[in-house]
């Protein structure tokens, strides 16, 4: 078995420890410590490692949010033909360069092109049988992804049947979102609870990745297809030809696609999409170009990475000018004081924008932005609008800079800087606007799940006087709910049951809840899994907790001193007063099994297991089982009579064990 060094543990588990926190910083209370792009690179970091050490993703690992491996709730698709993604350009130089490179692999004096939008969505495949639907997949790591087939049949822009003569066809596309559809979805969101979405990706990824389809029905989802795989079966010979058929099948039209004869057609007609692309009602963010000839690309292949007949040319990010009319001081959970502009509203990347984040004090120093002024902002596709930077000729003279008050703007109490940090924080542990974000943290998704209780519900129970405490959710009537407005006897019965409900979470979702500074879910989980009860987390001395993996020192200070303080230990004990009852946490075998994360193959017949049964076993030990033996494979399992699988594992010097061993390897702890 490899062994993973023990650096590159700790910098995984570092790295994931920092992006739960920058996610919480944004999502929780909407203050954005770090730009789009560094997150960005947190996170690609992260995916980097767990590509090369898969064993040590963790099952709630930040990159499954992203949809990158396949997730182990779904069963594995094999793609037939690998689902390469095409390399980016971000100049015209680039794609004079694309064309060149193109041209001299295939002799040819010019090339015919065909253009169409790059969707902001998730790529997926879809197979038909005999014209019907029978499967879809994403695209995972590109050679296998999940198989959401089940999710995929409630979209209504996917024909279940063909139009025409029954065909067997495998189509790519994109499922994405409507700018207002994304908008309708985030209240509903809002409404019952949920997480809100940052943009149409997300929310895609997100929806596609639901265990109940019911959910995804309700998600106003769409698809657009973009390529038949082996058209050339079809007869299909070019890709605007295709796009014509995939029409002809039944799928939505593809807008803005043309055909450029030549490079110089090409760069003029990105920077016409560029402008065109605000007319859309979804998001695009760069134009995809493919070689026309489709039997080109036969001769064309790929790289190991993407395809050589086509390249993204990817927008460069929108920038706008708008007036800052506000800055206004918003408190979260933690009482972290984050500075937002109000902007007059502009239409940005296909949304209005009318806030923009200021991140800090030293930030609105750096720009000297002052209300009134005149501002760049631009949105980057993942965060909320940031401002750039001022023009400073547009002034009247009468712009003053701008004061940092000193005490919060909700409670009155003064505001806290902490030596050697930028944030600025509300110390009133009662400041009334860090409860309600405590207590809707504490009702979240992720958290003890109270489906109903988002930031609106919280704010009306707590100005009804009905809520200043997380454990006071716990002694709410439904008598005293029943006559609020938006409540009715139906509403009232299901936020109590839901209420209820959340009694009984697993403990790492209640570790998670309560608020420890600096225990994200992954910490939670990799706490609750070691202690099993809250009792026996709160007896745990520093030494015991820092030894979790997963818990460094820093974090098993900061638990030790949460269940230290009277704050942390009063709210603990309120709350198993009122009766909630933090359930141990399933599944530690799956957590140190030794085939935990590993891809195997099986070859052959075992003695002692079926081929379903020795899969089902895989599976259940955290590993998952794979259909072909490639270099990504980490064990082949050889019964009796293996195939070629064998050979080729051997010829790529990937480990073979026999059935004893397999057996033995999954009673390992
Ligand atoms: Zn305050």
């Known amino acids: 078995m490899r062994t993973v060094p023990r650096s590159v543990r700790e910098e995984a588990r570092r790295l994931r420890e920092e992006i739960e926190e920058h996610n919480r910083l944004y999502y929780d209370e909407a203050a954005p410590a770090i730009s789009d792009d560094e997150f960005d690179r947190l996170l690609e970091r992260l995916i980097a490692l ?23 709730k779904f069963e594995t698709v094999v793609h037939s033909v690998p689902m390469l993604s095409l390399d980016n350009t971000y100049s015209p130089e680039e794609l004079v360069e694309f064309d060149a490179r193109t041209r001299k692999l295939l002799r040819a004096e010019s090339l015919d092109y065909a253009v169409e939008f790059k969707l902001d969505g998730v790529a997926v495949a879809l197979s038909y049988r005999e014209s019907v639907l029978a499967r879809g997949a994403t695209r995972g790591d590109g050679s296998a992804g ?3 087939t089940a999710n995929l049949r409630t979209l209504r822009s996917i024909p279940l049947r063909l139009r025409g003569d029954p065909v067997d066809l495998e189509v790519r596309g994109e499922v994405y979102l409507r700018f207002t559809d994304l908008e309708k979805m985030n209240e509903r969101q809002e409404e019952i609870g949920g997480r809100s979405f940052a943009n149409p990706r997300n929310a895609a990824a997100g929806s596609l990745k639901l265990l109940d389809p019911a959910e995804v029905a309700k998600r106003p989802l769409r698809f657009l297809a973009y390529q038949i795989v082996s058209p ?29 004869r030549g490079i110089d057609a ?21 134009v995809v170009v493919k070689v026309n000839d489709l039997s080109l690309h036969v001769r064309l292949g790929a790289t190991s990475k993407s395809p050589r007949w086509g390249i993204a040319y990817k927008f460069p990010a929108e920038k706008k000018t708008t007036v800052i009319r506000r800055i206004v001081l918003q408190v979260g959970r933690t009482g972290a004081v984050t500075p ?39 949105k980057s596709g993942e965060i909320i609008p940031r401002i750039l930077g001022v023009e400073p000729g547009e002034r009247k003279g009468d712009e003053e800079p701008f004061r940092f008050p000193d005490a919060c703007p909700v409670c009155g109490e003064p505001l806290e800087r902490a030596e050697g940090e930028v944030v600025v924080r509300c110390e009133n542990p009662s400041c009334p606007a860090q409860v309600r974000r405590r207590i809707v943290h504490y009702a979240s998704r992720d958290a003890m799940d109270i489906e109903g209780l988002g930031i609106k519900v919280v704010e009306q129970l707590a100005d009804s006087g009905l809520l200043a405490e997380i454990p006071d959710l716990y002694r709410l009537q439904k008598e005293a709910l029943v006559p609020l407005e938006r409540f009715g006897e139906k509403s009232a019965e299901n936020l109590l049951r839901a209420i209820e409900e959340s009694k009984s979470r697993p403990l790492d979702r209640f570790l998670f809840a309560v608020g420890i500074r600096h225990v994200g879910r992954t910490t939670a989980r990799a706490i609750a899994l070691r202690f099993q009860t809250i009792e026996k987390t709160m007896r745990a001395g520093e030494d015991e907790l820092a030894a979790v993996g997963d818990v460094g020192p820093v974090v098993a200070r900061s638990a030790l001193h949460f269940f230290e303080s009277a704050k942390g230990r009063l709210l603990v004990e309120d709350l198993l007063a009122a009766g909630v009852r933090p359930a141990p946490v399933e599944g530690p075998a799956k957590e140190t099994s030794a085939l935990r994360g590993k891809k195997i193959v099986l070859t052959g017949t075992l003695a002692s297991l079926t081929r379903e049964e020795a899969r089902e076993r895989i599976e259940a030990a955290g590993g998952k089982a794979v259909a072909s033996v490639s270099a990504k494979t980490d064990l082949v399992v050889a019964g009796d009579s293996p195939g070629s699988k064998k050979t080729k594992a051997e010829a790529l010097g990937v480990r073979v064990i026999g059935e004893k061993e397999f057996l033995s390897m999954l009673e390992e702890k």
């Open 146 to 148: 999940d198989d959401i």
């Open 340 to 378: 937002v502009a109000e902007v007059d509203p502009v239409r940005l990347a296909g949304t209005v924008v009318r806030r923009a984040t200021l991140h800090n004090e030293e930030e609105i120093r750096r720009l000297d932005a002052r209300v009134g002024d005149r501002v760049w902002i631009e």
């Open 50 to 72: 767990e590509r090369e050490h898969p064993e040590i993703r963790t099952p709630d690992s930040p990159t499954l949010r992203v949809g990158g491996a396949p997730s182990d």
């Open 266 to 286: 090409v760069v003029r007609r990105c920077e016409e999409m560029s402008e065109e692309r605000h007319r859309l009602p979804y998001g695009t963010d760069g």
């Open 232 to 260: 050339l079966a079809l007869g299909v010979r070019t890709q605007l030809e295709a796009i014509e058929t995939l029409r002809a099948f039944g799928f939505a039209r593809t807008e803005g696609a043309s055909l450029c």
